[in-house]
């Protein structure tokens, strides 16, 4: 490798470093977009798995109303969302996506109050664990 920097062909070493780093960015932006999609389909499973686990359709988890049963819905999407490591702005950008307008708090809020629902009800806590081991 050191023999690229010999100063008679430095110029050609340079144009090679800059032929490398390019590809490096290229290949960067394809992994960053294959990880994009791969968030996609989880989010989408998880939308799938809180359908059948309360027994709510998808339009009513993303119906922006303040009951009970939906507002618990996305809150159980935002916790096992997060417990994947998806950031609090990809969740809102794909809540948005299904007609839900929602702001990060509501979101923080959600997989807050689940999370004292798995501690303190034991219903919670064991459907929050297969949830989350399937």
């Known amino acids: 490798m050191w023999h690229l920097f010999n100063r008679n062909n430095y110029h050609d070493s340079y144009l090679s470093l800059i032929k490398i780093w390019k590809c490096c960015k290229f290949i960067v932006f394809w992994l960053a977009k ?22 709510i359709s998808k339009e009513e988890i993303f119906t922006k109303t303040r ?6 819905a996305r809150d159980l999407l935002f916790y096992l969302c ?6 609090g702005n990809f969740i809102l950008a794909r809540c948005k996506e299904n007609g839900l307008d929602l702001d990060d708090s509501q979101v923080s809020r959600g997989k807050n109050k689940i999370e004292e629902l798995r501690i303190s009800d034991p219903d919670w806590k064991e459907l929050v664990n297969k949830l989350v081991n399937d």
Do not use: P
Not at 39 to 53: L, P, Q, S
């Open 34 to 55: 294959f990880n994009l999609m791969i968030k996609r389909k989880i989010f989408e499973k998880y939308v799938g798995m809180v359908e059948d686990a309360l027994e």
């Open 82 to 87: 997060a417990r994947r490591n998806m950031r």
């Open 67 to 72: 009951k009970r049963e939906n507002v618990e």
